[in-house]
């Protein structure tokens, strides 16, 4: 298999990588959100127990959330990376995330494409 090959394999793949994560992170949102609603409920008829046994799926769901995040969000960096090598362009930008951007918001990180327009792979859709 020639290099070429094997990058746009590469490429392909982790492009199936980070819309599965997109998707579990628009799941675990929806999730968080119902689960949000039951603690507002169980807070205000004063259920303590069944508050704080939601209160600890809350913490959980928003752990894994994260996760999933911060793997979608290396993913489109590895995207822009794999498509400029298969492509051939030069980089338009740095899009590598360091540790200090992932305690970033959706609506802060946007990862633009090798043409440098935003790209399918712009970590808002995961919100």
Do not use: W
Not at 20 to 41: G, K, P
Not at 84 to 109: K, N, W, Y
């Amino acid at each position: 298999m020639s290099t070429h090959t094997y990058m746009q394999v590469k490429l392909t793949s982790a492009e199936r990588q980070f819309r599965y994560a997109c998707r579990q992170v628009m799941i675990i949102s929806s999730h968080l959100e119902e689960a949000t609603l039951q603690y507002h409920v169980a807070d205000r008829t004063g259920n303590k127990i069944f508050s704080y046994n939601i209160r600890l799926r809350l913490s959980i769901l928003d752990g894994v959330r994260n996760m999933f995040y911060e793997f979608a969000a290396k993913k489109a960096a590895e995207i822009i990376e794999l498509q400029q090598s298969v492509f051939d362009v030069i980089e338009p930008r740095d899009v590598t995330l360091g540790e200090s951007d992932s305690d970033l918001s959706a609506d802060d990180m946007s990862v633009t494409s090798a043409s440098g327009s935003e790209s399918d792979y712009s970590i808002e859709m995961c919100e």
